[in-house]
C-alpha cells in the first residue's frame, strides 16, 4: 500500500460543554468485570480494584456501562478519583465471549440482561460536570449493515450531545469475525463517520494478523483523510504490555522515519 501522506500525528479531542481538551494518541486504561470473581453480594472485585487503581490514573479511563448499571463499579457521581475524560463503553464486551489478547483465561459472558435502554439510562443519569465519551450500544446477538449502524448510533446520541459520541463499528452479520465488510461499506461512505466525534474499532474484528490490522486502520484513515474526516480512532482491547512494542515498530514501517514517535494510533 502506497501512502501519499503521513499517518502518523497528534491531535486534540475537546470535551465541547466543558472545554476539557485531551491530546491524541492515548493509551486509555480500561476496566471491565469480566474475568474477575464476584463476592459473596454478587458483585465484582473490579470495584475493588478500580478504587485503588483509579488513585494513579489522572488524564482518561474506560469503565462499561454495564458495569455501572450492575453496581460493579461504584455510581460516577462517588468516584474517589475523577480523570479529566471518562469513557463510557457500550456493556457489548461483558455480554461476549470476547477476550483480550493477553488474556490467560476463557471469561465467561455475564449473565445478566443488557438492552439499550439500559445503557440509555446510564446515559442520561451521568454527571453533567464529569465529561465523557459515550460508546453507541453493542450487543453480541444482535448485528446490523453499516449503515443501520450508523442509523441506530445517531437516534441514540440525539439529545445527548452535552458529551461526546463514539460509534462502535462491528461486523455485519454474527457469523463474520472479522470488519472486512463493514470497513468496506464505511470507506464507501466515509463521510457518515463524521457524524461522530470518535470511530471506535475492536483489535480481533480488524484482522487476523497485526499486519491486515494495521493495514486496514490505515486504509480507513487514508480515505477519511481525503473526505477531511478528521475524527479520531480509538482501537479497542490493543496495547497490553506484549503488543506496544510490536504496534510501535509496525507503525514505524508504515509511516516511515519521519513520522515515527507521533503515534499512528496507540489508542486513537
Known sequence: MTLDRPLCRTSKLRHRASGVTVRTPLLIPSFSSKGFARTKSGKSELGDIFKVAGETITETFLVSAYDLYYGHLPPPEEFDH???????DSGGYEKSRDRDYSSVIDPLPQPDDWEVEQLEEVADG???ELPAVFVSYDHPDRRRPFAEQVEEARRFFEGR?????????KPETRDQRTLTRTLGAAIADVEELGRFDVVGLTEKELGTSMIDRMVRIARLRLEMDRAEVATPLH???????????????????????DGAGAGCMSAF
Open 126 to 128: 451521568w454527571p453533567e
Open 82 to 88: 475523577r480523570p479529566e475524560l471518562t469513557f463510557v
Open 161 to 169: 450531545e452535552r458529551h461526546l459520541s463514539q460509534i462502535l463499528l
Open 235 to 257: 482501537i479497542f482491547g490493543a496495547l497490553d504490555p506484549v503488543s506496544v512494542p510490536l504496534y510501535y515498530w509496525v507503525f514505524r514501517l508504515l509511516c516511515g522515519p
